[in-house]
């Protein structure tokens, strides 16, 4: 089954935007859509406003007691916080169906950080506000995948991300049904993943997991929530290191001397920035297609998307 994953409309090259022009992004048009079906939204164009449009920008607002973000258009005067936000409540039918989501960096709407956030007094602007649109996305699914799209140019966070949407694909696949039987076979497929990403929250989860009595909706959320959380931080070359070594012991039994002397040699090139990560995970892919592991094989560390996507080819 393919996934789905949000995106704004204007990175697929659909000329929404207030000047009425787009930010396509090729990553996501010509390498996911091989894979992924992506579903597109553009918040300001959903809640009525007409393409070209006037610019809306973030404004700090003080109350009696509190500071508010509002989203205004300076032309009109108008404030759009309610209908931006209620637009997200409006799609969340179609986002639980998502298994991430890629927003337009920067934007009043869905910008997910730094996004300019005016003193309407002095017209002065600091880069420190979320949009309206996806900060209520975040709200609606705390675990969902979101990245915004300038990140993805980076190997390391592009690499990450995805890995994540098919995980968290995989869990949509059980988030009907959260029986321990089900999140222990999730939890055991994930644990090479939590391994390379988070070895505090690899310890805790499997702990949680194995001494719970029952598991219901509530410990459920909770579970998956910190394993995505857990996931965001991309691993490091010393954690994957120890996840490549601690596979190469499952086949201490099979290999001649000089065969784990290469693999050895190689996974230490890895550490030192020498190899890629795709040289020591070829070699333990060939050795386990000679000597099959059910463990290793139901490990989502060595195949966690397709291969043709190259994610892992920088790293």
Same mark, same amino acid.
């Given at each position: 089954?393919?996934?789905?994953?949000? *995106?704004?409309?204007?990175?697929?090259?659909?000329?929404?935007?207030?000047?009425?022009? @787009?930010? +396509?992004?090729? #990553?996501?048009?010509?390498?996911?859509? +091989?894979?992924?079906?992506?579903?597109?939204?553009?918040?300001?164009?959903? *809640?009525?406003?007409?393409?070209?449009?006037?610019?809306?920008?973030?404004?700090?607002?003080?109350?009696?007691?509190?500071?508010?973000?509002?989203?205004?258009?300076?032309?009109?005067?108008? !404030?759009?916080?309610?209908?931006?936000?209620?637009?997200?409540?409006?799609?969340? !039918?179609?986002?639980?169906?998502?298994?991430?989501?890629?927003?337009?960096?920067?934007?009043?709407?869905?910008?997910?950080?730094?996004?300019?956030?005016?003193?309407?007094?002095?017209?002065?602007?600091?880069?420190?506000?979320?949009?309206?649109?996806?900060?209520?996305?975040?709200?609606?699914?705390?675990?969902?995948?979101?990245?915004?799209?300038?990140?993805?140019?980076?190997?390391?966070?592009?690499?990450?991300?995805?890995?994540?949407?098919?995980?968290?694909?995989?869990?949509?696949?059980?988030?009907?049904?959260?029986?321990?039987?089900?999140?222990?076979?999730?939890?055991?497929?994930?644990?090479?993943?939590?391994?390379?990403?988070?070895?505090?929250?690899?310890?805790?989860?499997?702990?949680?997991?194995?001494?719970?009595?029952?598991?219901?909706?509530?410990?459920?959320?909770?579970?998956?929530?910190?394993?995505?959380?857990?996931?965001?931080?991309?691993?490091?070359?010393?954690? @994957?290191?120890?996840?490549?070594?601690? *596979?190469?012991?499952? #086949?201490?039994?099979?290999?001649? @001397?000089?065969?784990?002397?290469?693999?050895?040699?190689?996974?230490?090139?890895?550490?030192?920035? !020498?190899?890629?990560?795709?040289?020591?995970?070829?070699?333990?892919? @060939?050795?386990?297609?000679?000597?099959?592991?059910?463990?290793?094989?139901?490990?989502?560390?060595?195949?966690?998307?397709?291969?043709?996507?190259?994610?892992?080819?920088?790293?």
């Amino acid at each position: 089954m393919r996934l789905k994953v949000g *995106i704004s409309s204007c990175l697929m090259g659909d000329e929404v935007r207030f000047d009425g022009g @787009h930010k +396509r992004s090729a #990553f996501a048009t010509d390498e996911l859509t +091989r894979h992924i079906d992506l579903v597109r939204f553009c918040p300001e164009v959903g *809640i009525g406003m007409p393409v070209p449009r006037p610019t809306i920008r973030l404004e700090k607002h003080a109350n009696d007691s509190s500071e508010t973000v509002e989203a205004v258009v300076p032309k009109t005067g108008e !404030i759009v916080t309610t209908k931006l936000s209620e637009f997200a409540d409006k799609i969340q !039918i179609k986002a639980k169906d998502l298994s991430g989501y890629i927003l337009c960096a920067k934007s009043p709407s869905c910008g997910m950080e730094r996004v300019k956030l005016y003193d309407p007094e002095t017209g002065h602007a600091r880069k420190e506000a979320t949009g309206i649109f996806a900060s209520r996305l975040r709200e609606n699914n705390p675990a969902m995948p979101l990245e915004e799209d300038g990140r993805l140019n980076d190997p390391h966070l592009r690499e990450n991300f995805i890995m994540r949407v098919y995980v968290y694909g995989q869990w949509k696949q059980i988030e009907d049904t959260p029986t321990k039987n089900n999140l222990l076979s999730f939890h055991s497929s994930c644990k090479l993943l939590l391994l390379a990403h988070n070895q505090r929250r690899y310890r805790e989860l499997g702990k949680r997991l194995g001494e719970a009595d029952t598991v219901d909706a509530e410990f459920a959320t909770q579970y998956i929530r910190d394993v995505m959380e857990a996931l965001s931080e991309p691993a490091s070359r010393r954690n @994957h290191t120890n996840v490549l070594q601690h *596979i190469q012991g499952y #086949f201490k039994g099979d290999l001649e @001397h000089q065969q784990r002397e290469e693999l050895s040699d190689i996974i230490l090139q890895y550490h030192d920035g !020498i190899l890629p990560l795709m040289s020591p995970l070829t070699l333990i892919k @060939h050795y386990l297609r000679e000597f099959p592991k059910e463990y290793l094989e139901s490990q989502w560390y060595l195949n966690p998307y397709p291969v043709d996507l190259k994610l892992r080819y920088g790293l």
